[in-house]
């Protein structure tokens, strides 16, 4: 029996979530004392998640470079089977969110999602899961033969155990999907906001798009992906790609930045999983203070170019 993982890459590199899926597991084979199998696609070198433990490799090439989920699904269906798995574990990506449910069904499996924690028991499985859009947690537990879990993005963290990886090639099932992906709209970030540790967003407060050197001048010091609220987005300041919230991107860095960010519930319950949020905003009534965990009451065009200053002195 064994513990099956999806990794995910991007041109050809794997992303920061791939490499923490890969430590979640690795966690979970330990105390189950089964073998981890990672499963790639389209990724020439996947040496890398040796640092992480990873027993065997799966390399899959498809026949196009962009995400399929009936594909991918069918072929991890047929390495679950395979293997014999037990566990299956993803993160909750765009991608993962939408593959996971489908793999569950290809190998009749229970479904996990919102994971935030490595389960608490393993015969029957109970696993920790945020609900309500993170304001509460609830354990659920399951009988069922195979689960997959879907781990939320810096839930668990990179944990390094340094291994020999078996590779082996694995082809590719279409399976029965008459979708195709035309083309990818790709963000321009140095930091993309999915494998960001910190964000920093802006919003209407800025007053305008010429303005927005101050979230980038501060995100190029952190190291920071940059963000923007639905009504900037709306109004064509920033692309819809750093729109996050409920109905753009959720974030669940460990530090958000709000700037000029009113705090609507929408945006609100996209940015709740961040473990730290910052807010900077002129009006002492604004909704976010109340969510956030540290609040600057001022103006943004005075205390962003400050801070900005304090923060290269000390890095």
């Not at 433990?53 to 069918?74: K, M, Q, R, W």
């Not at 035309?182 to 920093?200: R, S």
């Not at 109004?235 to 609507?264: C, D, F």
């Not at 996209?270 to 203070?289: C, H, L, Q, R, Y």
């Given at each position: 029996m064994?513990?099956?993982?999806?990794?995910?890459?991007?041109?050809?590199?794997i992303?920061k979530?791939g490499?923490?899926?890969?430590?979640?597991?690795?966690?979970?084979?330990?105390?189950?004392?089964?073998?981890?199998?990672?499963?790639v696609f389209?990724?020439?070198?996947?040496?890398?998640?040796?640092?992480?433990g990873?027993?065997?490799?799966?390399?899959?090439?498809?026949?196009h470079?962009?995400?399929e989920?009936?594909?991918?699904?069918?072929?991890?269906?047929a390495?679950?089977?395979?293997?014999?798995?037990t566990?299956v574990?993803?993160?909750?990506?765009?991608?993962?969110?939408?593959?996971?449910?489908?793999?569950a069904?290809?190998?009749?499996?229970?479904?996990?999602?919102?994971?935030?924690?490595?389960p608490?028991?393993?015969?029957?499985?109970?696993?920790?899961?945020?609900?309500?859009?993170n304001k509460?947690?609830?354990l659920?537990?399951?009988?069922a033969?195979?689960?997959?879990?879907c781990?939320n993005?810096?839930?668990?963290?990179?944990?390094?155990?340094?291994?020999?990886?078996?590779?082996?090639?694995?082809t590719y099932?279409?399976?029965?999907?008459?979708?195709?992906?035309?083309?990818?709209?790709?963000?321009?970030?140095?930091?993309t906001?999915?494998?960001?540790d910190i964000?920093?967003?802006?919003?209407?407060?800025?007053?305008?798009?010429?303005?927005?050197?101050?979230?980038e001048?501060?995100?190029?010091?952190?190291?920071?992906?940059?963000?923007c609220s639905?009504?900037?987005?709306?109004?064509?300041?920033?692309?819809?790609?750093?729109h996050?919230?409920?109905?753009g991107?959720?974030?669940?860095?460990?530090?958000?930045?709000?700037?000029?960010?009113?705090?609507?519930?929408?945006?609100l319950?996209?940015?709740?999983?961040?473990?730290?949020?910052?807010?900077?905003?002129?009006?002492?009534?604004?909704?976010?203070?109340?969510?956030?965990?540290?609040?600057?009451?001022?103006?943004?065009?005075?205390?962003?170019p400050?801070?900005?200053?304090?923060?290269?002195?000390?890095?």
């Amino acid at each position: 029996m064994s513990i099956v993982i999806y990794v995910e890459s991007q041109q050809g590199t794997i992303k920061k979530a791939g490499f923490e899926i890969a430590s979640y597991g690795r966690a979970m084979a330990d105390a189950t004392g089964q073998k981890l199998v990672a499963v790639v696609f389209n990724q020439e070198d996947a040496s890398s998640l040796n640092t992480y433990g990873v027993d065997l490799i799966y390399s899959v090439s498809t026949p196009h470079p962009n995400f399929e989920v009936e594909g991918f699904a069918t072929t991890l269906a047929a390495i679950v089977q395979q293997e014999n798995a037990t566990l299956v574990a993803l993160s909750a990506t765009a991608n993962g969110r939408y593959l996971g449910p489908i793999l569950a069904v290809k190998t009749s499996a229970a479904f996990f999602s919102n994971v935030v924690a490595l389960p608490s028991s393993y015969e029957p499985i109970k696993v920790k899961r945020s609900c309500f859009t993170n304001k509460a947690f609830n354990l659920t537990t399951s009988a069922a033969p195979c689960s997959v879990l879907c781990l939320n993005s810096n839930a668990f963290g990179l944990h390094e155990k340094i291994s020999t990886s078996e590779i082996k090639e694995f082809t590719y099932q279409a399976g029965n999907s008459t979708l195709a992906v035309t083309g990818v709209d790709q963000a321009t970030n140095k930091v993309t906001i999915a494998d960001a540790d910190i964000v920093v967003s802006g919003g209407r407060g800025l007053k305008g798009p010429e303005h927005w050197h101050l979230i980038e001048d501060l995100a190029e010091v952190l190291g920071a992906a940059t963000a923007c609220s639905k009504p900037v987005s709306d109004m064509g300041w920033r692309p819809h790609s750093e729109h996050v919230g409920q109905t753009g991107k959720p974030v669940a860095s460990n530090l958000y930045i709000a700037i000029g960010v009113s705090g609507a519930i929408q945006h609100l319950a996209g940015v709740s999983a961040s473990k730290v949020k910052v807010v900077i905003n002129i009006d002492p009534e604004a909704p976010f203070f109340k969510a956030a965990d540290y609040g600057v009451v001022g103006d943004a065009f005075e205390v962003v170019p400050q801070l900005i200053e304090k923060l290269k002195a000390r890095l």
